[in-house]
């Protein structure tokens, strides 16, 4: 089981990334995606989630309206696209695979890096 976090990197206040996460060893289908973030000294806390099936999403307050999940089951692939970044979304993204039906089957990936800075 591997889960691959990529797209982040440096960008300016006001900026976009698109973090992608490709899962591979599982059903990919099977599971719910979920993105979250842990910045330093603090706690890792909830982004984003989907669906199985890519019709459901939610979010965190803090980015509601500037942030969208999506996925792509034929590539097992989910998405976080970040528009309007601001300093305070610096933070290592990680993202987490569960069993739609099997709550205690969840995996975690290595994490990417974003950082917001002019």
């Known amino acids: 089981v591997q889960l691959v976090e990529s797209g982040g990197g440096l960008v300016q206040p006001g900026g976009s990334l698109r973090l992608s996460c490709v899962a591979s060893?599982?059903?990919?289908?099977?599971?719910?995606m979920s993105w979250y973030r842990q910045a330093p000294g603090k706690e890792r806390e909830f982004v984003a989630a989907?669906?199985?099936?890519?019709?459901?999403?939610t979010y965190a307050d803090s980015v509601k309206d500037r942030f969208t999940i999506s996925r792509d089951n034929a590539k097992s692939t989910v998405y976080l696209q970040m528009n309007s970044l601001k300093a305070e979304d610096t933070a290592r993204y990680y993202c987490?695979?569960?069993?739609?039906?099997?709550?205690?089957?969840?995996?975690w990936g290595q994490g990417t890096q974003v950082t917001v800075s002019s």
């Open positions: 987490r695979a569960r069993h739609i039906s099997r709550p205690q089957d969840y995996y």
């Open positions: 060893g599982f059903t990919f289908s099977s599971y719910s």
């Open positions: 989907i669906t199985r099936d890519g019709i459901s999403a």
